[in-house]
């Protein structure tokens, strides 16, 4: 079953504290065939500057899970990915915790998802040159999120290569395209290895890349094992 | 759709953001983010460092300023919320 793609948030504030916290609505334009299988993912990325790393983030007062934490230690970033299934619906609070004070600008993605398996495959490699290809592989029916940093201004997230997806440009004192999603509405992504590609008006870029798995097999909760018996 | 956030000073040292309204006009959002990036924005710029390493306080910029807005934070749906649309930025 193909993911059912929700709302999505960017943003960009200076926390100016340990933890920076931000409302986001759990909600569906298009309800998901089931329920309880939502699932929110935060990609974030903040200056590393003074040892700041991050210790976690929770969404309605739930942990999320770490997918990844990436020190890039040439542009002085840290890129993180956090995801919780079964997230509570509706509006919530997302906090993101530091181990200290962040007095430069974070940039965050949070994004929902129905019909979710939650993430599976993912990979980052670190900065090289414009235009900067790497692969993701995916099992069927799946979405991609992506994301990139670097020193100069990102100019496209293709998802895949040759499809340019929306993302918002963000200054963490480096330059961070947030919130690219490759979302094929009715069919996901087919099985295999998929291209893709970031690119910047030149230099280096990162690519971290995130697969948003659709559901493998039909619920129990939408009373399909009942259904058995009918 | 474009949040609009007030910040201000809690405790003595943290920023504080409250979502107060959103707008769907983008000039409404460059006039308050300029004036962001004229007043906290360029106090963070210039003292981040010092910031960083507890040399400075944030607590210096509020004390002749009760708080300012920022409009940078881009979401699809606002649905529960309950955020007043802003049309106009006297209207904050």
Redesign the interface.
Known sequence: MVPVSG????????????S??????N?F?VPPTTTGNETVVVQATMSN??GRTFTGATYGGQTMTEVYQQNRSGLSQRMVCYALNQAPT??NTLTITFNG????PISIAIKSFGDCGGVGNTLRTGAQNTPHNGILTIQDESFVMMTSCSVNQILTQQIPTGSNRFF?QHNTNRQVAAGALGAPTATGFPAGDLDLQATSTFGTLTLDRVEIKGLSTAPLNEGNFFKLFI | MIIISKIELEGTDNLKYTDVGYTEDPAVAIQINEDYDTSLGKFLAENRTKLMLNQASVSTFFETTEFVYEARTEVDMIDGLSLPIITNINEL
């Open positions: 709302n999505n948030l960017q943003a960009n504030p200076t926390p100016g504290a340990s920076v916290s931000q409302q986001f609505s909600i334009m500057a003074n509706g509006s004070n962040q007095f430069n918002s």
